[in-house]
């Protein structure tokens, strides 16, 4: 089946740029949309097919993807950016939703 | 305001079942793909199930197949999922989450506050 892969873990200063990424097979291939969580909260989508924000959602979120590998960049990195990251795909051989297992962010 | 609100979770015994409901309100209910996501105690989320609009087409992850069910009401604006055979690994925050523009498949742009369900004895 596949698989997506995230770093466990990344960390940024604030006002620097954050890069998460989110690794597949031929994912350019792909729709790839990304969710941010809060402790306690429900995720938040954050950006949608590959690059495009929802309203509401800072311009310093952006996302690009291209071969094998996904990237959502937050830029000026703020304190209330740390939370968990996830990718997502669908799989279209399984007819599965594929969710990365998640970055934790932390702003230092 | 556009919003979901799930109910029914609770404590169960492995082996036991359970109803999950997500109340919808704010949007057309039927013009949208519905989805149940899980997250277990400290870890990632985990997609569980799917169904279109029309309820007509269902998915389900492989954890899950055969042993829970997704439905709809769209009469009524709720989404179900019915879970049965429930074991220990089961134990999660289950939310509800709206897909994106109409689709069937996409982005969750709309999620619900979750629901937890423990399952132990």
């Known amino acids: 089946s596949y698989g997506l892969t995230q770093p466990p873990s990344v960390s940024v200063a604030p006002g620097q740029t954050a890069t998460i990424t989110c690794g597949g097979n031929n994912i350019g291939g792909k729709s790839v949309h990304w969710y941010q969580q809060r402790p306690g909260q429900a995720p938040v989508l954050v950006v949608y097919n590959d690059r495009d924000r929802p309203s509401g959602i800072p311009e310093r979120f952006s996302g690009s993807n291209s071969g094998n590998t996904a990237t959502l960049t937050i830029s000026r990195v703020e304190a209330g950016d740390e939370a968990d990251y996830y990718c997502q795909v669908w799989d279209i051989i399984g007819d599965h939703v594929v969710l990365g297992g998640g970055t934790k962010l932390t702003v230092l | 305001e556009v919003q979901l609100l799930e109910s029914g979770g609770g404590l169960v015994q492995p082996g036991g079942s359970l109803r999950l409901s997500c109340a919808a309100s704010?949007?057309?209910?039927?013009?949208?793909?519905m989805s149940w996501v899980r997250q277990a105690p400290g870890k990632g989320l985990e997609w569980v199930s799917g169904?279109?609009?029309?309820?007509?087409?269902?998915y389900y992850a492989d954890s899950v197949k055969g042993r829970f069910t997704i439905s709809r009401d769209n009469s009524q604006k709720t989404l179900y999922l019915q879970m049965s055979s429930l074991r220990a690994d089961d134990t999660a925050v289950y939310y509800c989450?709206?897909?994106?523009?109409?689709?069937?498949?996409?982005?969750?742009?709309?999620w619900g506050e979750g629901t937890m369900v423990t399952v132990s004895s």
């Open positions: 989450a709206r897909v994106y523009g109409g689709g069937s498949i996409g982005a969750f742009d709309i």
């Open positions: 704010g949007f057309t209910f039927t013009n949208y793909g």
């Open positions: 169904v279109t609009g029309s309820g007509a087409t269902t």
